[in-house]
Protein backbone atom coordinates (compact mmCIF):
# COMPACT_ATOMS: atom_id res chain seq x y z
CA UNK A 1 0.00 0.00 0.00
CA UNK A 2 1.11 3.30 -0.72
CA UNK A 3 1.76 6.03 1.77
CA UNK A 4 -1.28 7.96 -0.21
CA UNK A 5 -3.42 4.88 -0.27
CA UNK A 6 -2.44 4.43 3.60
CA UNK A 7 -3.43 8.35 4.05
CA UNK A 8 -6.80 7.36 2.84
CA UNK A 9 -7.55 4.38 4.96
CA UNK A 10 -6.75 6.58 7.84
CA UNK A 11 -8.96 9.04 7.29
CA UNK A 12 -12.06 6.64 6.07
CA UNK A 13 -10.99 4.89 9.32
CA UNK A 14 -11.04 8.00 11.68
CA UNK A 15 -13.44 9.89 9.97
CA UNK A 16 -13.04 13.62 8.40
CA UNK A 17 -13.41 15.65 11.95
CA UNK A 18 -11.20 13.89 13.96
CA UNK A 19 -8.27 13.50 11.05
CA UNK A 20 -8.41 17.26 10.81
CA UNK A 21 -8.30 17.56 14.36
CA UNK A 22 -5.30 15.39 14.20
CA UNK A 23 -3.41 16.92 11.19
CA UNK A 24 -4.25 20.92 13.51
CA UNK A 25 -2.57 19.21 16.16
CA UNK A 26 0.50 17.77 14.19
CA UNK A 27 1.11 21.59 12.27
CA UNK A 28 0.55 23.32 15.59
CA UNK A 29 3.16 21.26 16.87
CA UNK A 30 5.72 21.61 13.70
CA UNK A 31 5.46 25.36 13.17
CA UNK A 32 4.22 26.58 16.65
CA UNK A 33 0.92 27.77 15.79
CA UNK A 34 -2.12 27.22 13.47
CA UNK A 35 -2.34 29.24 10.43
CA UNK A 36 -5.48 31.12 10.00
CA UNK A 37 -6.34 29.60 6.74
CA UNK A 38 -6.28 26.23 8.11
CA UNK A 39 -8.29 26.57 11.19
CA UNK A 40 -11.29 28.44 8.76
CA UNK A 41 -10.64 25.44 6.56
CA UNK A 42 -10.65 23.01 9.38
CA UNK A 43 -14.51 24.46 9.98
CA UNK A 44 -15.27 21.49 6.97
CA UNK A 45 -12.93 18.93 7.46
CA UNK A 46 -12.96 18.17 4.00
CA UNK A 47 -11.64 20.80 2.62
CA UNK A 48 -8.66 21.31 5.31
CA UNK A 49 -8.02 17.43 4.29
CA UNK A 50 -8.17 17.86 0.40
CA UNK A 51 -5.94 21.22 0.69
CA UNK A 52 -3.49 19.56 3.05
CA UNK A 53 -3.61 16.63 0.66
CA UNK A 54 -2.66 18.18 -2.41
CA UNK A 55 -0.42 20.56 -0.68
CA UNK A 56 1.56 17.30 1.08
CA UNK A 57 1.25 15.47 -2.98
CA UNK A 58 3.17 18.41 -4.34
CA UNK A 59 6.06 18.61 -1.48
CA UNK A 60 6.25 15.13 -1.55
CA UNK A 61 6.69 14.35 -5.16
CA UNK A 62 8.59 16.98 -5.81
CA UNK A 63 12.24 16.21 -7.59
CA UNK A 64 13.28 20.17 -5.33
CA UNK A 65 15.23 20.06 -2.13
CA UNK A 66 12.51 20.95 0.40
CA UNK A 67 14.49 23.64 1.54
CA UNK A 68 14.17 24.93 -2.02
CA UNK A 69 10.18 24.55 -1.86
CA UNK A 70 9.88 26.62 0.97
CA UNK A 71 12.40 29.27 -0.42
CA UNK A 72 9.94 29.36 -3.85
CA UNK A 73 6.78 29.04 -1.17
CA UNK A 74 8.19 32.41 0.08
CA UNK A 75 9.05 34.52 -3.11
CA UNK A 76 5.87 33.51 -4.25
CA UNK A 77 4.18 34.63 -0.30
CA UNK A 78 6.04 37.80 -1.04
CA UNK A 79 5.58 38.87 -4.33
CA UNK A 80 1.36 38.05 -3.61
CA UNK A 81 2.57 40.74 -1.24
CA UNK A 82 0.74 38.20 1.72
CA UNK A 83 2.57 38.41 5.25
CA UNK A 84 1.14 35.33 6.77
CA UNK A 85 2.29 33.19 3.84
CA UNK A 86 5.72 34.93 2.86
CA UNK A 87 5.85 34.42 7.46
CA UNK A 88 5.30 30.84 7.12
CA UNK A 89 7.02 30.04 4.43
CA UNK A 90 10.02 32.01 5.60
CA UNK A 91 9.74 29.64 9.31
CA UNK A 92 9.39 27.10 7.31
CA UNK A 93 12.04 27.60 5.29
CA UNK A 94 14.55 28.08 8.42
CA UNK A 95 13.31 24.86 9.44
CA UNK A 96 14.40 23.00 6.19
CA UNK A 97 18.18 24.55 6.75
CA UNK A 98 17.71 28.15 4.75
CA UNK A 99 20.14 30.43 5.86
CA UNK A 100 19.74 34.02 6.62
CA UNK A 101 21.00 35.46 3.61
CA UNK A 102 19.28 32.78 1.26
CA UNK A 103 16.23 34.00 2.56
CA UNK A 104 16.93 37.63 2.02
CA UNK A 105 18.33 36.92 -1.52
CA UNK A 106 14.78 35.54 -2.07
CA UNK A 107 13.28 38.39 -0.75
CA UNK A 108 15.47 40.29 -3.08
CA UNK A 109 14.71 37.97 -6.19
CA UNK A 110 10.54 38.01 -5.51
CA UNK A 111 11.30 42.16 -5.58
CA UNK A 112 12.52 42.14 -8.61
CA UNK A 113 9.89 40.23 -10.36
CA UNK A 114 7.04 41.36 -8.44
CA UNK A 115 8.19 44.98 -9.87
CA UNK A 116 9.09 43.89 -13.53
CA UNK A 117 5.30 42.13 -13.53
CA UNK A 118 4.00 45.66 -12.90
CA UNK A 119 6.26 47.55 -15.32
CA UNK A 120 5.62 44.58 -17.89
CA UNK A 121 1.92 44.72 -17.38
CA UNK A 122 1.08 48.51 -17.27
CA UNK A 123 3.68 49.11 -20.86
CA UNK A 124 1.67 46.39 -22.84
CA UNK A 125 -1.47 47.94 -21.28
CA UNK A 126 -0.02 51.50 -21.76
CA UNK A 127 1.10 50.36 -25.81
CA UNK A 128 -2.21 48.79 -26.16
CA UNK A 129 -4.23 51.86 -25.02
CA UNK A 130 -2.30 54.23 -26.76
CA UNK A 131 -1.06 53.38 -30.11
CA UNK A 132 -3.68 53.58 -32.00
CA UNK A 133 -7.34 56.01 -31.88
CA UNK A 134 -9.90 53.73 -31.29
CA UNK A 135 -12.36 55.48 -33.68
CA UNK A 136 -9.43 55.25 -36.27
CA UNK A 137 -8.87 51.92 -35.71
CA UNK A 138 -11.74 50.80 -38.21
CA UNK A 139 -9.73 52.04 -40.96
CA UNK A 140 -6.31 50.92 -39.33
CA UNK A 141 -5.18 54.76 -39.53
CA UNK A 142 -2.51 55.22 -36.64
CA UNK A 143 -2.47 57.56 -33.90
CA UNK A 144 -0.24 60.45 -33.51
CA UNK A 145 0.58 62.50 -31.23
CA UNK A 146 0.36 66.00 -32.51
CA UNK A 147 3.54 68.52 -30.98
CA UNK A 148 0.89 70.83 -29.03
CA UNK A 149 -1.34 68.19 -28.28
CA UNK A 150 -2.69 67.83 -24.82
CA UNK A 151 -1.91 64.46 -23.36
CA UNK A 152 -4.00 64.28 -20.96
CA UNK A 153 -7.23 64.63 -22.40
CA UNK A 154 -9.03 61.87 -23.06
CA UNK A 155 -8.85 59.56 -25.86
CA UNK A 156 -12.01 59.48 -27.65
Known amino acids: ?3 FE ?3 KQIVEKGDRETAEEWLRLI ?11 KRMSERPEVLISHL ?3 GS ?11 VELISLAVGAALKCPHCTGYHMLAARRMGATR ?9 AGLISNSSVLANAYRIFDEK ?3 CPPCEVEGAEYETLP ?3 LDEKIP
Open 1 to 3: MTD
Open 6 to 8: EKL
Open 28 to 38: EKEYGHIPLIF
Open 53 to 55: MYK
Open 58 to 68: VAETSSLDPKY
Open 101 to 109: DEILEVILL
Open 130 to 132: MAK
Open 148 to 150: NEN
